[in-house]
């Protein structure tokens, strides 16, 4: 069974800071390809960044410079740090694992989302 665990979430203002984290197990880690995603009201699903066993990342377009996705394989947990977030940032965010690239359907496990809301 693959178990991922998402925290970090919350409310906070636009300009602000998170850092949200996935707990994850030797098998997760195992897969080599973790990658965050996100889900905004209304909206379909969309790729945040992804985390190669190397520790090399890509990032959609408009979270460069301003997140970093890294994780730590002897403790099994990948990171998320979301600095000068905007409204709209706001979104449930997923990290996965077992796949590579930003096509949310090729990944078959998820952790159960964190809810990050970003004020105006």
């Known amino acids: 069974q693959v178990q991922l665990v998402e925290s970090g979430g919350g409310l906070v203002q636009a300009g602000g800071s998170l850092k949200l984290s996935c707990e994850g197990s030797?098998?997760?880690?195992?897969?080599?390809?973790l990658a965050w995603f996100r889900q905004g009201p209304g909206k379909e699903r969309e790729f945040v960044a992804t985390i190669h066993w190397t520790g090399g990342t890509t990032y959609r377009e408009s979270v460069k410079g301003r997140f970093t996705a890294s994780r730590d394989n002897a403790k099994y947990t990948a990171t998320l740090q979301m600095n000068n977030l905007k409204p709209e940032d706001t979104a449930v965010y997923y990290c996965?694992?077992?796949?590579?690239?930003?096509?949310?359907?090729?990944?078959?496990?998820w952790g159960q989302g964190t809810q990050v809301t970003v004020s105006s």
């Open positions: 030797a098998r997760t880690f195992r897969m080599n390809g």
């Open positions: 996965a694992a077992g796949s590579v690239g930003g096509n949310w359907r090729s990944y078959p496990h």
